[in-house]
């Protein structure tokens, strides 16, 4: 069969009203600057990339160069775009406007640039996570409180893991899609149409370093699943921890499989690890659209009305059938089933 690539197949999301020309033109900006991201990283010692850029960001974090360099890529690629009414990203406190006497547009863009980024230094899979909302009606100089809008309203969420192979996953809501980068031509090529998520699974990805902070009925739930066979789910579980939350969400798109951040003692103030804006409503609506659950293990994640652009939540998301056991026991716990 002819191969179609991801510009193709945006020509048919047009043609088909899923998309109108701005939403698919940033899409291609965004999927040209991700080729130059993976380019950098692949580069690893020999780029001079690798190591601490010796700054901070928002979230007090050191910063990689390689957080630096790919954060610089998406902003310089939708400076001039014409798409773009601002961005925000997990890199800056502020969102970014798009400078005076550049065309603007209606969408407004954020994103991790390279997320799980402190596994750059050991050579493991990382990768850039973006979300696209629209600009509210007569905003020309959005401010961060435009943004803060549920995942519902998404139109469009995507993610690009730099592996052994490159690889863009996308949704506008019609379907989860995989496009496979082609490094000898340089187009990504639609590798997968219509991703569906196994319901049920016996694979799960956690940070068990973490177990004797969680809350009681994540520790009843992952107790279940660790007694395998001889304990209540009658099944062997298996376990993965990439601590990169693209390499471990693209192997649950891939093959089915949960990935839990829950709230622990440790970070129970600050609301959770991964971030609602760029990092958990990208990958709840990409779960969500390929048949899978994404909640916060209370409720839905992309229903959750943003506080602020850098809030931080707790993240259940995967097969729909294990989100739910899991989601069940936090509100039966919290006496929220009646
Ligand atoms: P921990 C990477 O820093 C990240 O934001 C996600 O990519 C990843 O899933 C998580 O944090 C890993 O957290 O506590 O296991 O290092």
């Known amino acids: ?126 990768g850039t996570i973006f979300s696209v909302l629209r600009c509210p009606d007569g905003v020309t100089e959005p401010k961060a409180e435009h943004f803060l809008q549920p995942g519902t309203t998404q139109l469009a969420a995507g993610y690009v893991v730099y592996g052994p192979s490159t690889v863009l996953v996308l949704t506008f809501g019609y379907g989860t899609h995989e496009f496979t980068l082609d490094r000898e031509v340089g187009s990504f090529i639609l590798s997968r149409r219509g991703i569906r998520i196994p319901e049920a699974t016996a694979e799960f990805a956690i940070n068990m370093s973490n177990q004797r902070h969680w809350q009681a009925p994540m520790q009843r739930y992952v107790g279940e699943l660790l007694a395998g066979k001889e304990g209540p789910r009658g099944k062997d579980f298996n376990m993965r921890w990439v601590a990169s939350m693209v390499a471990d ?13 829950p709230l622990d003692a440790k970070i129970e103030k600050q609301g959770g690890k991964l971030r609602l804006m760029y990092e958990a409503n990208p990958m709840a609506f990409i779960v969500e659209q390929a048949g899978g659950a994404a909640t916060t293990g209370r409720q839905r994640i992309m229903e959750l ?4 652009l850098h809030q931080r939540v707790p993240v259940f998301l995967g097969s729909k059938a294990e989100v739910e056991v899991a989601t069940h026991y936090h509100l039966e716990a919290d006496g929220a089933l009646g």
């Open 249 to 261: 969400v693209h192997r649950i798109v891939t093959r089915g499989g949960v990935f839990y951040y």
């Open 1 to 126: 069969m002819k191969p179609v690539s991801l510009i193709q197949f945006l020509i048919e999301e047009r043609r088909a009203g899923n998309i109108n020309a701005e939403l698919s033109l940033l899409i291609e900006v965004v999927a040209r600057a991700c080729k130059r991201i993976g380019v950098a990283t692949g580069k690893g010692a020999l780029g001079g990339v690798l190591g601490e850029a010796g700054t901070g960001n928002i979230q007090g974090e050191a910063q990689k160069k390689l957080d630096v360099i790919s954060n610089e890529i998406l902003l310089e690629a939708n400076a001039w775009g014409g798409h773009l009414a601002a961005c925000a990203s997990e890199e800056m406190e502020d969102p970014q406007q798009i400078p005076d006497g550049y065309p603007k547009g209606q969408h407004l863009l954020l994103f991790d640039p390279l997320d799980g980024s402190s596994n750059i230094d050991v050579n493991i899979s990382v």
């Open 305 to 308: 009305q943003p506080g602020g």
